[in-house]
């Protein structure tokens, strides 16, 4: 005598191991065929039917046994099918724009290259070498005592060096434009 898939259910939902089993053995196939023809891709059925199996005691526990087990499957895979596609949806609504943001990353990033670049070379450029070395120094977070005491100077004698120093750079860089 077969035993309905009804009654396998039924059986699952209460703990029913070889019930379980029984029931995975018929409805494999038809959930798998579904999840197919809903998804188009056979890697994404079976991750999708892996899914709904996982979860299928869980879900057993609300079977009541008022429509046939097949037809509460289907809306379970069509339900599952559903969600994947509007998770799917959502992440890709949420990484539009990603693309913009990463070329605009990259262009401050290109710009501030340029701008690093010339300052290195204008430094190089720049005369007396008081200047640039005075110059250096404040650049890598140095006070004007502690630059002055550095140098062997005065504070005041720093401060005139740096406005020269802008002024220079100031100069080159409008000569450039």
């Keep these: 005598m077969t035993v309905s898939d009804k009654d396998l259910a039924l059986a699952a939902a209460n703990g029913d191991r070889q019930a379980f089993a029984a029931l995975l053995d018929r409805i494999y196939d038809p959930m798998f065929r579904l999840a197919f023809r809903l998804t188009g891709s056979k890697a994404e059925a079976e991750d999708l039917v892996q899914d709904i199996c996982a979860a299928l005691p869980a879900k057993l526990c609300r079977f009541r046994g008022e429509a046939k087990v097949m037809t509460w499957l289907y809306r379970i895979v069509m339900n599952a099918a559903r969600d994947r596609f509007r998770r799917r949806a959502s992440h890709a609504k949420a990484a539009e724009g990603w693309g913009d943001w990463e070329i605009a990353r990259r262009a401050v990033e290109e710009e501030q290259a ?21 110059l250096v120094l404040i650049l890598d977070g140095l006070s004007h005592a502690e630059v002055a005491k550095i140098l062997g100077v005065s504070e005041g004698t720093i401060s005139w060096r740096i406005s020269e120093a802008k002024k220079k750079l100031k100069a080159m860089k409008e000569a450039e434009a």
């Design 114 to 134: 340029e701008r690093a670049d010339w300052l290195r070379l204008a430094m190089n450029a720049l005369t007396p070498p008081e200047l640039r070395e005075t």
